[in-house]
């Protein structure tokens, strides 16, 4: 049983978090750098962008966890610190200027950065930033949330309590979109704190395999990021038998994390850039699991449907075309559309083709915040759900300018 | 020695035309059917989208073009005739009231339609429009090109004269854009007719080879058409030796295509929804030519980049965040990126990180109409070049209300 409770990356037992503005952005209003901390070592493990451009801070972190370790996250935002001159330096250093501070190991810290690629980067924001970022750690997880944030709009958290061999654990998290998001193998930012006891080789199949059917299931615009992270710790002060090896524990662990992951997933979707609806849609009757998850992305990446969702149009012929081309094999003949929401469910297509539909009631369904689009292939067993939003003028003007 | 002259798909000997409104449309003023009629028979070969959803047309052209020989082309727009349930009865009962008015075989007619998916059509607007457009029949291409059109703003239209073997041959084009154009193997619509004398076999290798570098390489939207032809005639009344090997007159149609293929890919991608720039990524220092076509296309169809275009600002990283991210094998340490436009060059990124440049210079010279993405990958010889537009807020809006 996982349950649903308050306090984000915080709800664990050990773990302090803070978020400061140390000056990577000029505004002064919006905190641009983020820390979390265990006060114990933990087990840790992180999955990467597959871009063949990779920030800095992601071979630097990639080295740190070399040995399934870490004690602490850092994070700014406003700068990718990606394809610069001095990318693995300013990553290196910072790590370095944490770890003196809080009397750890610079191997035991975690680096990430999230912002414009190709900036130059100085250390000067760090060295000021770090100690007013160790002297602000503390019990609320809210300034860290919002100092990872970059054209996000809401702060993006979740923590859950399960229960494992009988002892309780927590499970905190939180995430940053809300554009480039596109995630393969790895995705955007999110970082995960546990109390569990659980090894690293443990801990990292659990990330490999939850991935799979939560962040990377999200797509906003198609463009992969060259920074996508996520990276979790587990310092085990719950005092749960130390899970190493698949059986009930784990499974507790996969359905605490798969809980927090597809939360955030939601999140990240629903927050997508200028969105003003979240996309879920729902592939069933599939031949294999990999058909599925290639039609449900599929469906939720394609342009014209996103813009078609804008206006709440069931124009349900993109759905078919979608599925049609994204790669999945697929019978089309068999294929059936269904448009649901809080307002109701609409069929639209069935064996391939148009049905009779209220356009009215169709307008309703798809003038809700959350629309599911439930596509059955009549062919198999294998589901899947990804999770995208709406194409908006919003989306145009953040990105016609995003740099200035 | 190609030449650009004028008179469309009507240039070429024995060729007429002909656009009128039979009613697929509701609006009266917008044609909606077109022909193009060779009074000879001729060799006809097609390419066909790779969707796994497919035009009912595309199924009946498939049939006709068996014996690589045809007469007439026919063209609705407003309705896709796709995913519906008597779409190949729609199609096939066309060529049949088409071929009997003109006195031809019915296997002899290529037929296609573009416009809304899933809706369901009638005959009626046939029946009344196919003789009147039988008696409008003319040498004026302007009618047919402008009845293709859905979402286009402009016709789009070309002819070339080419020699063949010392005898003077034209070649003529039309195409129809605008949105859901991602084309894969084969595109959206584009008619082209010559007078050359050349194999069905010969015909259909040099359009099977030529669409790999222009059509192919055009994307609007990330979205391959269900609906995607093109279907060229050669009626041979030039008089020439008739093509049926490779040799020297051989390469000289296909000089012809390519020159009728490309524009053709331009002003697609120019006019693309919404669009108000043309965008052209020219890839070299390729590895393989595949390596290019893939980084090209991969430029050209990012979707922030698109929008970064749109607001004219040199955010470079969104290009080498696609070139990484695109599947192309690229070492992205090697990667140079340079804008230019008739305002000038400017030089953004050398070996895969930032330079200095004058946004000034930068600004000017993504406010024009037509805007080179200049990407050298430093690994090789081979290049390649694909067409695509800015992404903006008219997309969004076209496509939020397509249907209604």
New interface residues.
Partial sequence: MTEIIKGGVCAPKGYTAAGVHCGVRRNRSKRDLALIYSEKTASAAAVYT?????GAPLAVTKKHLADGRARAIICNSGN?N????NGEYIAGETCALLAAGLGIAAEDVIVASTG?????MSMEPFERGIPELIKALGTSSAPAAEAIMTTDTVAKEIAVEFDCGGVKCRMGGMAKGS??I?P?MATMLGFITSDCAISPEMLAMALGEDVKSSFNMVTV??????NDMVAVLANGLAGNAPISAPGADYEAFCEALHTVTVYLSRRIAGDGEGATKLLDCVVTGAKTLSDARTAARGVV????LK??M??A?A????V??????CGAD?D?GRVGVKFRSEAGEVEV?AN???VDFSEELAAKVLGEDEVYILVSLGDGDASAEAWGCD???E??????????
């Fill in positions: 597959t871009n063949l451009v990779k990718a990606t394809c610069n001159a414009v690629i190709g900036q130059a554009g480039m596109h393969n615009d198609g463009d992969t990021s060259t990446g394609s342009t014209l813009a078609a804008f206006g149009d124009n349900w012929g993109r078919l075309c979608a599925v049609g081309y697929v089309i297509c391939g083709a148009g194409l908006t003028y989306y145009v003007k953040i990105n016609g300018d995003y740099r200035t």
